[in-house]
């Protein structure tokens, strides 16, 4: 098929995907992969495309991805595909240091791209539920967010800090069109940003960032703060508390220790736990807090 053809076909199938009813962040992933393989490949011949994916150095869960994606285009274009099962590895999710993920943030000028990684960071929510975030969903009396689930997830109500909630206000009110950038501009955004910073700061780790990093960042500090698998589940939006338990088994060495720190104010206070800080005990006429390394 013609290279022109075969751009219109691919396009063509993506539109049929569209009116199925398919997620509006599934279809740029299945665009992106078919017009992949239609450089390397014959997207009319189901055993070239098999040949080409069974020889790729990448995961066995990208694999996955990859015939999942074309078994869609053979299915609509009624080409006999039998989709090839690849035997996917557990392996456990990178989880930055707090300095690290703060490196991230404090670096991040551009305002959409700066609110939308600290909501995030602080929600644990995924990159497609900020970048649909309504006016509506926020309440700023109450200091909280409303999130629309994705993926099958739950509905959730989630903290925000004073200062994210004066980043969601400015954006709100200087870009109402669109007042959070979607997901493909934050990911492009985050690898310009963590390729500069690995070069400034010698280290390689922050390459590892991605977006749904935050999330795995997030849900670890909830568990090592609270213990709670019941209700670290509940703030991810988890139907099943399997994937919830993935977090348990990235504690290290270091969650037994902490940072103390002392409040003599109520002021000093909301600023201990707006930082994460764990309220401990009184001791002559202040307030003990902590939080883990």
């Known amino acids: 098929m013609p290279r022109t053809h075969l751009q219109s076909d691919i396009a063509l199938h993506l539109l049929e995907l569209q009116k199925e009813g398919y997620r509006p962040l599934t279809i740029p992933s ?44 053979a299915e609509s274009r009624r080409l006999p595909f039998s989709k090839p099962i690849y035997q996917i590895e557990e392996t456990l999710p990178f989880v930055p240091q707090e300095h690290e993920v703060n490196c991230i943030l404090e670096n991040t000028k551009n305002l959409r791209h700066a609110t939308t990684l600290r909501l995030l960071y602080e929600t644990g929510c995924r990159v497609g539920e900020a970048s649909r975030l309504r006016f509506k969903d926020l309440d700023f009396e109450k200091r909280t967010v409303r999130v629309v689930p994705e993926k099958g997830s739950r509905a959730r109500e989630l903290r925000l800090s004073e200062r994210l909630c004066a980043m969601l206000r400015e954006c709100f009110t200087r870009y109402p069109n669109e007042p959070l950038p979607p997901p493909q501009a934050c990911r492009k955004h985050l690898e310009r940003l963590r390729l500069r910073l690995a070069n400034t700061t010698c280290n390689p780790r922050l390459l590892q960032v991605h977006l749904h990093t935050f999330r795995h960042y997030r849900a670890t500090t ?27 088994r990235l504690l290290n060495a270091e969650t037994d220790q902490f940072i103390c720190k002392v409040a003599g104010s109520l002021e000093q206070a909301s600023r201990l736990i707006e930082a994460g800080f764990d309220y401990v005990t009184d001791l002559d006429g202040t307030k003990l807090f902590r939080k883990r390394k």
């Open 30 to 73: 299945h665009s992106s992969i078919l017009r992949y393989l239609a450089k390397h490949c014959n997207l009319q011949d189901p055993e070239s495309v098999k040949l080409y994916v069974s020889q790729k150095s990448v995961t066995s869960s990208r694999k996955n991805r990859i015939v999942h994606a074309y078994a869609k285009y």
């Open 222 to 248: 909830w568990y090592h703060a609270k213990k709670d698998l019941l209700w670290v589940q509940s703030q991810l939006g988890h139907r099943s508390i399997v994937n919830t338990t993935r977090y348990t």
